[in-house]
T-cell receptor, first 115, second 112 residues
Framework: SQQGEEDPQALSIQEGENATMNCSYK?????LQWYRQNSGRGLVHLIL?????REKHSGRLRVTLDTSKKSSSLLITASRAADTASYFC???????????????FGGGTRVLVKP | DAGVTQSPTHLIKTRGQQVTLRCSPK?????VSWYQQALGQGPQFIFQ???????QRGNFPDRFSGHQFPNYSSELNVNALLLGDSALYLC???????????FGPGTRLLVL
């Protein structure tokens, strides 16, 4: 089962516009991470936000986390054609001694940035 | 510094066959996780290995098994393949206790 649900499922924007996608999850978490996937290949880690953080920035990326609503958002500013990809949120309940940790992914948002 | 590598990149099998997928973790990493990603969906956690033992397992049948070698590389084995096993299989490595996992390019398995 997938813990996170992304919204929208697909997004089409013009180059230069901002793209916002949301992620909701069900259980308490240690951190939430966003990944990008190009053309069905490997995932690239974008940003991690811990449960005690509310907002984080990395270049053109801005992530927010609202643990009371169990939701997160990813904003990509000034989008470029190269940002065309699928974006996934993944929750982590934390590393458990002798049991490790696992990421639980949502279904993803497919973003198309038109030149 | 080599990232996570996986082999093969593509594989075609028929129902009932067995398959072995391989993963070499990023240099310095000791933990390997495997995920299955069906078309149009997010990755699903299969299991995680460190110290050559399976430490945590997702909701996958016993047909899915794995192994980790002393050099931290790992194999994923799937027996009695079903059509529904067709997917992209992703390997991710990390350092024990660290949160970020680094993914390989995946192996695309097609079961006919």
């Amino acid at each position: 089962s997938q813990q996170g649900e992304e919204d929208p499922q697909a997004l089409s924007i013009q180059e230069g516009e901002n793209a916002t996608m949301n992620c909701s999850y069900k259980t308490s978490i240690n951190n939430l991470q966003w990944y990008r996937q190009n053309s069905g290949r490997g995932l690239v880690h974008l940003i991690l936000i811990r449960s005690n953080e509310r907002e984080k920035h990395s270049g053109r990326l801005r992530v927010t986390l609202d643990t009371s609503k169990k939701s997160s958002s990813l904003l990509i500013t000034a989008s470029r054609a190269a940002d065309t990809a699928s974006y996934f949120c993944a929750t982590d309940v934390g590393w458990i001694k002798a049991a490790g940790n696992k990421l639980t992914f949502g279904g993803g948002t497919r973003v198309l940035v038109k030149p | 510094d080599a990232g996570v590598t996986q082999s093969p990149t593509h594989l075609i099998k028929t129902r009932g066959q067995q398959v072995t997928l391989r993963c070499s973790p990023k240099s310095g990493h000791d933990t390997v996780s495997w995920y299955q990603q069906a078309l149009g969906q997010g990755p699903q956690f299969i299991f995680q290995y460190y110290e050559e033992e399976e430490r945590q397992r997702g909701n996958f049948p016993d047909r899915f098994s794995g192994h980790q070698f002393p050099n931290y590389s790992s194999e994923l084995n799937v027996n009695a393949l079903l059509l529904g096993d067709s997917a992209l299989y992703l390997c991710a490595s990390s350092l024990l206790g660290q949160e970020t996992q680094y993914f390989g390019p995946g192996t695309r398995l097609l079961v006919l």
